[in-house]
Structures are given as structure tokens and as C-alpha cells.
């Protein structure tokens, strides 16, 4: 026999299945918002700025990675920030994984020259590629 449902405690629908207290719906809502707070506690506590301050970052980004104007989509963006400077100082703003972590950490090392030269070397690749000469 299937277990008899008992109200939500947080809506009040009638789809609670005991023991829970909540239904399925607020269960997954309370549990994205306990990720939020948390994400927004370690922003604070590592950057020094608040939720708004994140919320304001977001709103002028339009939710976009300021290098390749990609949307944060299930994954986040990223707090860029120098490593050369503490708190609030060292934010420059929201990246994707790919361009903060790969582009500026790995590749440019957080170097803007270095930046610059690469960018020009692998466009003249791409326009250029040696393959096709070497291997005529």
C-alpha cells in the first residue's frame, strides 16, 4: 500500500511524503537556496564584497563573461580578482571558467603583454597554418 501524503509544512499541498516534512518542490528549492547563501557567504568572506555587490557585478555583466561574452548557464562565473592585492581591491569581475582559470591563469599567467603576444601569435596561426606548407 502506497504511504498515505500529508501537507507541505512550507506550501501546504497535500503531496509530502512521511516521514518529510516537505514536498518535493520546496525540498529543491530550499536546498538551491541553501547553495546561494552558501556561495554568497564564501564571496564575502574571500573577496570582501557583499551579495549585493555580487548581485550588482551580475547585473552589469548582464550575466556574460566580460572576455567571451558567454552566459554563466548551470555553472556560475567566475569573481576574477588579481592575486596581487587583498578584499574588495583585487575584484576585477566575472569570468567563465574557461577564460579565468585557462585563459588568464594558465595561458597569460595573469600577464597582459604575455596576453597580447599569444592572442597575436594564434590569430596569425589560424589565418596561417604552417601544416599545410610543411606538408606539401
Known amino acids: 500500500m502506497a504511504a498515505s501524503k500529508r501537507a507541505c509544512?512550507?506550501?501546504?499541498?497535500?503531496?509530502?511524503?512521511?516521514?518529510?516534512r516537505l514536498c518535493p518542490?520546496?525540498?529543491r528549492a530550499?536546498?538551491?537556496a541553501s547553495k546561494e547563501?552558501?556561495?554568497l557567504k564564501r564571496v564575502a568572506e574571500t573577496y570582501g564584497i557583499s551579495a549585493d555587490d555580487y548581485a550588482?557585478?551580475?547585473?552589469?555583466s548582464d550575466g556574460r563573461c566580460y572576455i567571451c561574452g558567454r552566459r554563466g548557464g548551470r555553472k556560475r562565473l567566475?569573481?576574477?580578482h588579481d592575486h596581487n592585492k587583498a578584499?574588495?581591491?583585487s575584484v576585477r569581475g566575472l569570468l567563465c571558467t574557461s577564460c579565468n582559470h585557462y585563459l588568464l591563469g594558465k595561458v597569460?599567467?595573469?600577464?597582459?603583454?604575455?596576453?597580447?603576444?599569444?592572442?597575436?601569435?594564434a590569430v596569425a596561426y589560424l589565418r596561417n597554418p604552417p601544416g599545410p606548407r610543411i606538408l606539401d
Open 25 to 27: 518542490t520546496c525540498k
Open 56 to 60: 550588482a557585478l551580475v547585473a552589469w
Open 30 to 32: 530550499n536546498a538551491k
Open 37 to 39: 547563501r552558501a556561495h
Open 78 to 80: 567566475a569573481v576574477d
Open 87 to 89: 578584499g574588495r581591491e
Open 108 to 121: 597569460a599567467h595573469d600577464d597582459a603583454d604575455r596576453l597580447e603576444e599569444i592572442a597575436a601569435r
Open 9 to 20: 509544512t512550507q506550501c501546504g499541498k497535500k503531496n509530502a511524503v512521511p516521514p518529510a
